[in-house]
């Protein structure tokens, strides 16, 4: 299983604002990524979770010089209800990221991400400590599908199976 790390909010705003301490590995930079490249720029989607339509907008950009790829995630309810996440991409190792999450509930996670080159697709792995009925392991992958389509998938533990919750289709709105 992917591990799931946990971070302070003081260590992640001191590295925001330069002031952790040098890092004895040089992240690479996500300018030549694949998955970076793919993901780039504004998308729509929509889906069904928990027997609701969601529709879903995601804007992927190259941060400080590529160093960064940042998601700005927006979801929309037919009840005008919404939910927003910013995520952060770094290349940690060739086929692999740290990605840092933020969301609107005030959750901030550190999660290891992998690609596997075969199935196109990129996936995280970690303990969501806000499910209903306690912490759970999820599942979160990105499926290219097209050069301007891709699907997320999330998916919950059951024993020793994935069991997918939803699956998100979107297309490319505008290049970056």
């Known amino acids: 299983m992917i591990r799931y790390e946990a971070r302070s909010g003081l260590a992640v705003a ?12 040089i992240s690479q930079s996500l300018v030549d990524d694949a ?4 993901i780039q720029g504004d998308w729509s989607g929509s889906g069904m979770y928990e027997g609701t339509r969601l529709d879903l907008t995601r804007s992927w950009t190259l941060e400080l010089g590529g160093q960064f790829l940042r998601a700005d995630m927006a979801v929309s309810m037919p009840n005008g209800a919404s939910f927003g996440a910013l995520m952060y991409w770094r290349a940690s190792a060739a086929g692999e990221y740290e990605v840092v999450w933020l969301d609107g509930m005030g ?7 992998r690609a596997d080159p075969a199935s196109r697709v990129v996936a995280t792995e970690y303990l969501d400590d806000l499910a209903e009925g306690g912490p759970e392991e ?3 992958e990105y499926e290219r599908t097209g050069p301007d389509t891709y699907i997320e998938r999330l998916f919950r533990r059951e024993g020793t199976a994935w069991e997918l919750l939803t699956e998100w289709s979107f297309s490319r709105t505008a290049r970056r």
Do not use: E, I, N
């Open 138 to 140: 999820r599942r979160w």
């Open 107 to 113: 959750r901030m996670q550190s999660l290891l991400a």
């Open 14 to 25: 001191a590295m925001g604002y330069g002031l952790a301490a040098p890092c004895a590995a």
């Open 35 to 38: 998955f970076a490249a793919h």
